[in-house]
T-cell receptor, first 115, second 115 residues
């Protein structure tokens, strides 16, 4: 069974600064995807970024980028130039090749961006 | 606009009562999922369905039931057997459950409370 661990329950950052959220996972599969989802106070789940395990290049989406370390089973999210609208709960999630689409989520990290 | 509609937004259950949460999608997605989110925690999978007339138990299926009579609809019934139903419930869908590269799209959720 896969597990996803987010060891930082809460983080805070000043507006315009950079913050990194940590995520580790455990799996025996070779083919899988990793995702970061954002859940703002409205509670809607929004996909932020995704990474395929076979790709060595780290994924980037505008101000969001990941540091994917496959051997260490680590998948951290870096948010550059933090904005007030980035305040949300962030979830790391995993789908394996044999998961039939079932996401395994971490416990979440609450990020607060201060003006 | 395509998307996932969950209703109602808020729902209250009396002791011994069954209640049904609605989830409808117009994204033409094959797979649909129900998750439960408790305060400060990640999402846990209740049930999922890859195709019409077929569904599978997730990690916490006890006290819940589902049906998948139409591709667009995946209602969740919280039965009286679920002794701790108070939570936030999220419905999701994806193009095809076996495609691990396809992200799940989420509805806005239903908050269920006990009266």
């Amino acid at each position: 069974a896969q597990t996803v661990t987010q060891s930082q329950p809460e983080m805070s950052v000043q507006e315009a600064e950079t913050v990194t959220l940590s995520c580790t996972y455990d799996t025996s599969e070779n083919n899988y995807y990793l995702f970061w989802y954002k859940q703002p106070p409205s509670r809607q789940m929004i996909l932020v970024i995704r990474q395929e395990a076979y790709k060595q290049q780290n994924a980037t989406e505008n101000r969001f980028s990941v540091n994917f370390q496959k051997a260490a089973k680590s998948f951290s999210l870096k948010i550059s130039d933090s904005q007030l609208g980035d305040t949300a709960m962030y979830f790391c999630a995993f789908i394996g090749g044999t998961s039939y689409g079932k996401l395994t989520f971490g416990q979440g990290t609450i990020l607060t961006v201060h003006p | 606009d395509g998307g996932i509609t969950q209703s109602p937004k808020y729902l209250f259950r009396k002791e011994g009562q069954n209640v049904t949460l609605s989830c409808e999608q117009n994204l033409n997605h094959d797979a649909m999922y129900w998750y439960r989110q408790d305060p400060g925690q990640g999402l846990r999978l209740i049930y999922y369905s890859q195709i019409v007339n077929d569904f599978q138990k997730g990690d916490i299926a006890e006290g819940y039931s589902v049906s998948r009579e139409k591709k667009e609809s995946f209602p969740l019934t919280v039965t009286s057997a679920q002794k701790n139903p108070t939570a936030f419930y999220l419905c999701a869908s994806s193009i095809l459950g076996t495609r691990t590269d396809q992200p799940q799209h989420f509805g806005d959720g239903t908050r269920l409370s006990i009266l």
